[in-house]
């Protein structure tokens, strides 16, 4: 290497550092209807990426129809898809990875956490935590992502903030550390107090959600003469807070042990503006991820990236497949050639794309924190790693515990070949795990889901797309355990049990109909290895 070359590489490395310390990456874990499409527009609508709200999601009355793409969706109301945002706000770039809100899709959720720095634990202000927020959260806590509360629809009546704090600490031990305070009770909402700088910031409702609210700032002194007595209520909780040293601290809420807290309302906007900053000022940037190996990638290394997720025929106008890549280190350039890690096969990326919603634009560079859309990416699978110049591969990504099993059977005889390109496909882009036995046979393959809503994506999918109508037969399991060579031969012809290969990996997978069965045959054969997959309550 002569002493330019050595110059230009010391050069890009300090560019590739100075653009990943600007990316925020996060996605918004909540509970279905606290309120996630309508900040993640609210979120976009305030850094000014869409003009006006209701261009992401599509949710019905409101304009475009960008990210549902499935008339099942449609019907159903839910979105299955994870579009991944990218805007600039104030210098920084805000990459934010949207998660499916349906507790079914959990395992979709599980791999967009895997290619997040933080979370945005949204509530809704009368519900607090709930099921899904709690899962999604311990999903967090195991990944240690950091996590930002935001409590949301202040505008309507709800619970007192104090006993929302409460709550968050005693339920999933995080300790609240407040960012801002609302004036007047939820339902009679005035307003937000900042509490670094005292300033407070009046709340004026507009007609219609489709447009910013009006924030307007006061000196704590003439916030005292607008609100009176619900402004004092405030002031004396915050001394409250001060008090007990709830205040927001950047190692314990890096290590997970703190989560500052926001207030607002992602309808009329409300807040929102703050949320962003505090993304910016508060959530991490894009760090060293640490490989198979447990060896660190610097940010500044060669290019690293992890697919976290794969979709095919995202819309009907691209018949494709797409695989999303959360850029790890180094410089993305369209056109490189990448290496797979898992087969050591090149991989050219002519067809790099950024999804915005539906649209999707060519992408040319890239910088850690930011996802790539790779097109035609049938090699690709999520969990996957590809790198440029020195190897790496990343640690695979766990699969959940399925809770609901079923064969899959064609219809009709003489569509069996696409019959079993779909069930391959949809099992490598992981819509559903695949199990087979000798004894089940090639013709009837065992789905294995966490949500049965699953399975009707799969059914909808093979008749759409792969032109083999088919029809499930529902097993009698809802556990599964790993288990090995010895456990399958100690479980064969037992009742309420049966053991299955996992296709994707060969993980043999014991299932078992109850957790009294599942007790019963430990007791009787302790020393079968029986252990619990991911995320299993058990
Ligand atoms: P999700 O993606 O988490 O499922 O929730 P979504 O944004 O669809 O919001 C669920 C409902 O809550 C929507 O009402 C939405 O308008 C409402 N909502 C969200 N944020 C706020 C807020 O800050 N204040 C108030 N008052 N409501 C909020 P919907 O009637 O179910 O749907 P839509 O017809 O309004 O879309």
Known sequence: MSVTDIEGRLASDAGVRAEAARRRTFAVISHPDAGKSTLTEALALHASAINQAGAVH??????????????????????????????????????????PGHADFSEDTY??????????????????????????FDVCRSRHVPVVTFVNKWDRPGREP??????????IGLRPT?????????????????????????????????????????????ALDREGEAYSVAADELALLDEIGATVDMPSFLAGESSPVLFGAALPNFGVRRLLDAMRSLAPE???????????????????????????????????RVAFVRVCSGRFER??????????????????????????ETVDVAFPGDVIGLVNATALRPGDTLFADVPVAFPPIPSFAPEHFAVVRCKDAGKFKQFRRGIDQLDTEGVVQVLSSELRGDQAPVLAAVGPLQFDVVLHRLEHEFGARSELDRLDYSLARLTDAGGAAALAGLRGAEVLTRRLDGALLALFADKWRLNAITRDNPSVRLDPLLADAE
């Open 178 to 222: 407040p960012v801002n305070w609302p004036v007047g009770v939820a339902g009679d909402f005035r307003g937000l107090i900042e509490r670094a700088s005292g300033e407070y910031t009046a709340y004026t409702r507009m007609p219609g959600g489709a447009e910013r609210a009006l924030e307007h700032c006061f000196s704590a002194a003439d």
């Open 111 to 136: 791999r967009v956490l895997e290619a997040v720095d933080c979370a945005i634990m949204l509530l809704d202000s009368a519900k607090g935590l709930e099921p899904q927020t709690l899962k999604l």
């Open 335 to 360: 056109g490189m050639v990448l290496t797979h890690a898992a087969t050591g096969r090149p991989f050219a990326t002519k067809y790099a794309q950024a999804m915005f919603g539906q649209d999707r």
């Open 162 to 171: 104090l006993e929302l704090l409460d709550e968050i600490e005693q339920r």
């Open 58 to 99: 599509g949710k019905a009355g409101r304009r475009g129809v960008t990210s549902d793409w499935m008339a099942m969706e449609r019907d159903r109301g839910i979105s299955i898809t994870s579009a991944a945002l990218r805007f600039e706000y104030d210098g920084a770039v805000l990459n934010l990875l949207d998660t």
């Open 286 to 320: 894009p760090a060293p991820r640490l490989s198979v190996d447990k060896v660190a990638r610097p940010v500044d290394a060669p290019f690293s990236g992890l697919v976290f997720k794969v979709q095919a025929n995202m819309d009907p106008a691209h018949r494709d």
